[in-house]
């Protein structure tokens, strides 16, 4: 229950005590994940087209979680900022609005999914093979999805208090939960992939209900609040909280394309390279979500430190986070060398679909140390209200370099070159913008520094009551 200090000049030890427990966090959320195709990938007689059909799921199960940071992602930083200027009652209603709009969004974006599901799944890569399996998974992670969504969204406020703990445990208790639950469901009740969309949903529910329950409690520093929607805060928060949702939700479309290809470019092959790319796609993230973790859930302190216009916080804070996403980069690509075939082995006992794996595994990974230098500063430009920038470079990644790949290569090469789309989008994107951050980030302290924001702020509020009064 204990908040860390924000704006403590122990840079490193504040930023470690908020990037150690989203990095936990995050890699407890993917293992879960993970053991969901692991149990799948292993269910006697269907295994490889069930984890094909949860393969085709998977992207779209991102999607739909990644609405939870237009709203988390997007007001957290806001709030934090808030409290650096010790303006608590805007904090509260921040909060407030936040939740509201993830109630909203989560009913709709579960409607959407509900309603569309058959095109959907086949548009995605689905085959008539495994849309049976994949209509089960998404019909129920749909059904409840506003708990993952509003867990996950309402859960950013609370790390964004400096209950970094607190914000892990979220993400324990749903983990814990689905890891002891998907082999009752799936193999005990002989649910099969039924029984793991189950065990996902009842363990999101566990997590959301924590997350409220903390949010209540009187001991919390900002407890929330139900007052009246105010729509100018909510856009607000939209605002900013475009440019993750954009990250977020471009990686899972960017896979969609890719398993589409997968099935039209690979044949009578199709689906099984779609398993080759859901075995990849597991240890990457093991990779990419933990420094997710790192880049977003350091942003408390930059948004703190941008709010109480303390230069020398941002600076030294920055360079922490950077260097932390270097490191732990630096020791995946490590563990990929020696650890991807008994990662494998995990998912498939069929030798092609293995080795192909591993190869695709070694593949990815080529480019994920420049990586970690884009999400350092993508999520920072984020952190210090800037979304215009950070929409900019994550869509000249996703859409220019990423995608681009993904739809030229197989047709220069083959269909295994689609591989290879991810470290090509990742070399080059990073290279762009840590060109880009290293001039912006200097002007954007200085103008802070100079009060030319809060200028900017008081004409449009001077612009708004002219208006109001002309009315």
């Known amino acids: 229950m204990k908040a860390i200090n924000l704006g403590s000049r122990r840079v490193l030890s ?28 292993n269910i006697e007689g269907i295994g490889d087209t069930a984890l094909a059909a949860v393969g085709v799921c998977a992207p779209i199960t991102t999607l739909i979680s990644s609405f939870a940071f237009l709203i988390g992602t997007g007001g957290a930083p806001l709030f934090a900022m808030s409290l ?43 085959s008539e093979a495994t849309y049976g399996f994949a209509r089960q998974y998404l ?17 950013q406020y609370i790390t964004a208090q400096g209950y970094s703990g607190i914000g892990m445990l979220t993400t324990v208790i749903g983990a814990v939960a689905n890891i002891a639950l998907d082999p009752l469901f799936i193999f005990t009740f002989k649910m099969n992939v039924a029984g793991a969309a189950i065990a996902t949903v009842i363990s999101q529910f566990l997590s959301f209900l924590f997350v409220i329950i903390f ?28 440019s ?10 960017i896979i969609i394309v890719q398993n ?16 080759v790319s859901t075995v990849v796609q ?78 695709g595994i070694r593949v990815f990974m080529i480019g994920v140390i420049p990586l970690s230098f884009q999400y350092a500063f993508i999520d920072s430009f984020t952190a210090l209200g800037q979304p215009k920038y950070a929409i900019t470079f994550s869509l000249i990644r996703k859409v220019v370099f990423f995608l681009g790949a993904i739809i030229a290569f197989p047709y220069i090469w083959d269909v295994s070159a689609v591989f ?31 009060g030319e924001d809060n200028l900017k702020h008081r004409k449009f509020h001077h612009r708004r009551q002219s208006a109001a009064e002309n009315n």
């Open 14 to 41: 504040t930023v470690l005590k908020l990037i150690i427990p989203a990095m936990i966090a995050q890699f407890i959320n993917v293992l879960y994940s993970i053991v969901d195709r692991m149990y799948v990938g």
């Open 84 to 126: 650096g200027e010790g303006r608590e009652d805007n904090a509260k209603k921040i909060l407030s609005n936040a939740a509201y709009a993830l109630f909203v969004l989560a009913v709709f974006v579960a409607a959407i999914f509900l309603v569309f599901e058959r095109p959907v799944l086949f548009t995605f890569g689905a």
């Open 139 to 155: 019909m129920i992670y749909a059904a409840g999805s506003i708990f993952s969504i509003t867990a996950t969204g309402l859960n």
């Open 215 to 242: 949010l209540r409690l009187k001991g919390t520093k900002i407890r929330l609040a139900f007052s009246k929607p105010d729509m100018r805060i909510i856009w607000n928060i939209v605002k900013l909280g475009i």
């Open 244 to 253: 993750p949702f954009i990250i977020m939700a471009s990686d899972s479309l």
């Open 260 to 275: 589409a290809i997968l099935q039209s470019r690979g044949g009578a092959d199709g689906d099984m390279w779609i398993t």
């Open 282 to 359: 597991a240890f990457f993230s093991l990779t990419s979500m933990p420094m997710l973790g790192i880049s977003t859930g350091s942003q408390p302190v930059l948004s703190y430190a941008y709010g109480a216009k303390n230069g020398p916080l941002m600076k030294r804070a920055e360079i922490c986070i950077a260097s932390a996403c270097v490191v732990f980069t630096v020791t995946m690509t490590i563990v990929s060398i020696f650890a991807a075939a008994p990662f494998v082995s995990l998912f498939t006992s069929n030798a092609e679909i293995a080795e192909h794996s591993v190869w």
């Open 420 to 450: 290879y789309a991810e470290p090509f989008a990742d070399i080059a994107a990073s290279v762009l913008s840590s060109i880009a951050f290293l001039i912006l980030f200097p002007k954007i302290i200085r103008r802070r520094l100079n």
